[in-house]
Every structure is written in C-alpha cells, then in structure tokens.
C-alpha cells in the first residue's frame, strides 16, 4: 500500500496557501515596518488572501470559511482564538505530512534491504530537485539518467535501471527536464515499485519492475575544483584533459548520448562516436545523427564523469610543513592557503609568530571577513595575539 499520494502533497501544498503571523507581538513588529516603509500592508493582506482563496476553501475546516469571505484570515484584527485555531490546523496538516513521507521512507528502507548497494547508496541521499536528463526504453527495461546537481547527493548523475518492467502508471507520459519532489520505494511479490512525484508538469508516475539497479556518475576532481574556484570558463578543453587521471574511467554524458571516452596522446575520443568543438558548440556525431550543443554558456567539461567519488578537499586537512605556512597563506593558491590556515589552527601556539605576521599583512574584505572572524577569535581564545594584531582586530573579538 503506498503512503505517498499525488493528492497527500496537493492537501499539504494547500493548507500552507496562506501563512499568517503567530502573535501579538509579530503584528507589532510587521506593522511597525509597514509603516515605516509607507506600505499599505492591509491591502497587500487582502490581496494575498484573494490570490488563494479559491483553493483555499477548497480544504478549509467551515468553521474558518466566514473569516475567508470577510477578508480578516490573514489580518490583525482576526479574533485571538480563531487565529490559534488555524495555526494549529496549520501544524496538523503539516505533522499529517510528515507522518506521510516517514512512512514512505519506511517502506523504502525495507525494499532496500534487498536491492544492490549502489541503490542503496542512491536512497540513501535525497532525490529531491534532482531532473530527468534522458529516458530510455529498451525492450521491457527503462533506463532513466537524473542529473542531481542542484539537488542534495554527492552523486552528480544516476543511471537508474529499471529491468523487466511489467507495468507503469501515471496521469501523462514522463518528460525530460521533470523534477523529483517525493519519492516512495516498495517490496512487491514479484518485484518492486517505485513512485515519483514530480514537478514541471506535475505527474505521479508508479513504475512496477523485477529489479532494479543503478549506475553513479560523478564529477571529476579537476571539475569541481574549477568550478568552485570559478576557473572552469577560462581553462581550455585541452587544460581540462589534461588535468585527468588517466587511470580512472571516464564517460561523456549528455541528454542524448552516453559514451566511454578513451584517451589519446594529447586529447581523448569517444567510444563508437566522434566529436568537434569550436568556441560557440560541441557537435557529436554517432551512426549518421549528430547531436549538437552550445557550449557558450556550459563548459564541454561539464559533460566528464567518472564513477569514482573523489573528495576534492581531502588533502585541505593535511598540515603543511611550518616554514611553507606563511607563502601559502599569502598566495594565490586556494587549496595551499587553506591548508596553511587549518595548519595554524590546528597548532596556535608552535605556529604563534607566523599567525601574528600574516594577520597583520592580512587586508580585510567581504569576501574573508566571516573566515577572519572564526580563526582571529580561536587564536584569542588560544592566547598567540600580540597587542598589535589585537588592536588591529579589535571589530572581529568576540571577548564574552
């Protein structure tokens, strides 16, 4: 029996339509501000209200609908006890839902005991706002691609292998660039079920297979070091390659193809495929079709995965040697300056002269105040500061 239910999400998305302040002393603060600011809040209130009030009502307990009809739901003039009454409406539907996606989650971790680790480590990280990229169906097996970069996994793509599907549901057919809202795994007699929720068209989708599987694909080092130093866009595809550990298995994935790639002196090639790249797009040609992408605003690199996950930081939490400490600090290398500030932090007192030098050749900004803040305070804390580099952070120490 599944939990999660199309409209379990729709009750929950409406009884959240209209949220409203919880006390007497929030209407202070809000009304306050309003006026301040020369904002007619009541009727920004009232517009609100009218904005959701069909569907509102649609879900309402009736003992609220009078209050929707004259306008005072969302208002401070709501009577006090009609006001608690719909906040706890309010945390009843929501503990309702929570009661949903935990018994979903259940039901997940139990089906999961008998499916292959890297399904296991698929759900073992959230699938929410992750997006098809590619669907494909061969034979009585579905294989779907997710790309799970703007959501919550460290895994960058998954290659879910649907085998010997027997039946599928859903109220409209799957579409490329949909995105995961909830999801609910489930052991069956003769196999296993999985059901979606999606976004953008909004879709309850139920697939019932034999097995399931799944492959994970992951950036490589050298593209997520770039990307967070905001290198990517200046380093040449070339660059790119190079950087590679040639060791390692690497595919091109993009929303139609799927290739190995194989190195070459100087350059890689794809497996059964050829491509051609110039400033403004990527052409790739395989069995006579040519798929062709702008590459103006995303780097071919962003097309690289491997199926190793590397953390790209390890090596950040390895001491640099005490003489090297303070021209890592002071340079332009990222990596090398985090390691020298772990490195001081780590030991304050063997490393106190060096600390006192580069804080007092350190130039405040927005970008490194926050980060300033934190080991400025610990070396206080720790007793390295001299007067001079106190005075000099006087604004940043904290001395409660």
Known sequence: MWNL???????????????????????????????????????????????????????LPSKFIPYVENGTLNQPTLPKSVREDYLNWMRESEK??????????????????YLPKTVQEVFSQSLHDSIIQKIERD??????????????????IIHFIFKGVTKEETDQPLE?????????????????????LFDCPETQWTIYMKD???????????????????QLEETSFDEFVNMLNQDQKYWFITPDVVLPVKFIHNGIELENATFQ?????????????????DIKELHPASFIYTDIYEDPYQDLDETLPFDEIEAAA??????????????????????????NRILLNTTFSEE?????????????????????????????????
């Not at 501000?33 to 209200?49: S, T």
């Not at 790249?277 to 992408?293: A, F, P, R, S």
């Not at 720790?382 to 409660?400: A, H, M, P, Q, S």
């Open 212 to 230: 399931l599987d799944a492959e994970l694909f992951y950036y490589p080092v050298p593209t997520k070091i770039l990307k967070d130093n905001e």
């Open 277 to 293: 790249l110039d400033e403004n797009k990527l052409v790739i040609t395989m069995h006579g079709n040519q798929y062709t992408y």
């Open 96 to 113: 309702e839902f929570e009661q949903i996606l935990s018994a979903a989650y259940e039901n997940t971790e139990r089906a999961l005991s």
């Open 176 to 196: 490329v660039g949909q995105w995961f809202i909830y999801d609910e795994l489930m052991k069956t007699d003769d196999g296993f079920a999985f059901r979606v």
């Open 5 to 59: 239910t199309k409209e379990s999400k729709e009750k929950f998305r409406k009884a959240n339509l209209l949220p409203i302040h919880e006390s007497d002393e929030e209407w202070e603060i809000v009304l306050k501000e309003a006026e301040e600011e020369e904002e007619d809040i009541i009727q920004r209130l009232k517009d609100d209200l009218n904005e959701v009030k069909d569907e509102l009502i649609q879900i």
């Open 368 to 400: 490194n105040e926050m980060a300033l803040s934190v080991y400025v305070n610990h070396f206080y804390k720790e007793g390295v500061l001299t007067k001079e580099t106190i005075n000099k952070y006087r604004d940043f120490i904290d001395e409660d």
């Open 139 to 156: 034979g009585d097996n579905l294989h779907l691609y997710i790309n799970t970069s703007g959501g919550f996994t460290s895994v960058d």
């Open 330 to 355: 002071l340079g332009n290398n990222v990596s090398l300056s985090i390691r020298a500030w772990n490195t001081m932090y780590q030991f304050p007192h063997e490393t106190k002269e060096v600390i």
